[in-house]
């Protein structure tokens, strides 16, 4: 038979055909495989943010602000069991306040508690470490240092205010509080909250006494604060109808707000540069 010299030919003449394509038309190289570009593991990931960690203040003592239309509100005494209450309360209310802190009742207890009123804008300040008469015990720096200690070393906070208990000063009280970057901050509207007279009492009392640039005192620690709490969603009210601004004290005061770059207890309160307030200072972290 014939057949397989002419299939052995055929065969050859395919092979040899193939060999001229390959040479004449070669196949387009693939295009190189990309992958997305590494980025290293300490590069930051967006934005950088930055967290307040104080305050710069002046002068005092102050029993009130600047005759704006605007008012502070302080709580004393706190942390407390009652704190995370009033922090919901000005939630709601879209208010803020200046809360006074008792330096041995600061504790990683109350972490999440700072934390939260420095995101909402509300402002820390020093009300002593075991809220004594400073003018009878002659202990002011220690209390106030030791208040100080305990308040940065849980928010990352240091306060530029200081309230001295039962509102008793004198001039060595003053000094010491500004040798320590605060300045002492009274009152000049106390509707005696902490005797419970009444939430209705509590409200009539302090829209009786405002006026513009005053400084409120009240209490979220101390004792049951149920009344006080009651209270003030409706002295919110009443002042913003009378034309009121809720403010920090810091705020009415104009003391300036303290910012450096978010590295550490940044939970929930780093916020991008541009947000910040336009005369907040910035410092580089330690």
Not at 92 to 121: M, P, Y
Not at 128 to 150: F, I, K
Request: with cysteine.
């Amino acid at each position: 038979m014939r057949s397989a010299p002419l299939a052995g030919t055929t065969v050859a003449m395919l092979v040899a055909i193939a060999a001229l394509l390959s040479v004449s038309s070669p196949r387009a190289a693939s295009p190189p495989r990309l992958s997305a570009p590494r980025v290293p593991a300490s590069r930051p990931v967006g934005a950088p943010q930055y967290r307040i960690v104080g305050c710069r203040s002046r002068g005092g003592p102050y029993r009130g602000g600047p005759a704006r239309r605007a008012v502070a509100i302080g709580f004393d005494d706190g942390p407390a069991a009652d704190t995370p209450a009033f922090l919901s309360m000005l939630e709601r209310n879209h208010a803020t306040a200046t809360f006074f802190l008792i330096g041995r009742q600061v504790s990683s207890t109350f972490k999440t508690t700072l934390l939260r009123e420095l995101r909402d804008g509300d402002v820390l300040g020093d009300h002593t470490y075991s809220h004594p008469n400073l003018t009878l015990t002659g202990d002011t720096g220690s209390q106030l240092e030791r208040t100080l200690g305990a308040i940065r070393a849980v928010s990352g906070y240091t306060p530029c205010v200081f309230r001295p208990p039962y509102g008793a000063y004198d001039g060595a009280v003053v000094q010491s509080a500004r040798s320590l970057g605060m300045a002492t901050v009274l009152w000049n509207v106390d509707p005696s909250d902490y005797s419970q007279p009444g939430v209705g009492a509590i409200e009539q009392r302090v829209l009786a006494q405002v006026r513009p640039g005053s400084i409120i005192i009240s209490h979220d620690g101390g004792g049951p604060r149920g009344q006080t709490l009651a209270a003030y969603p409706r002295i919110i009210t009443a002042l913003r109808a009378r034309g009121y601004e809720i403010v920090t004290i810091n705020e009415l005061l104009g003391f300036r707000p303290v910012y450096e770059p978010c590295i550490r207890l940044c939970e929930g309160i780093g916020i991008p540069r541009r947000k910040l307030p336009r005369n907040a200072i910035l410092q580089r972290a330690p």
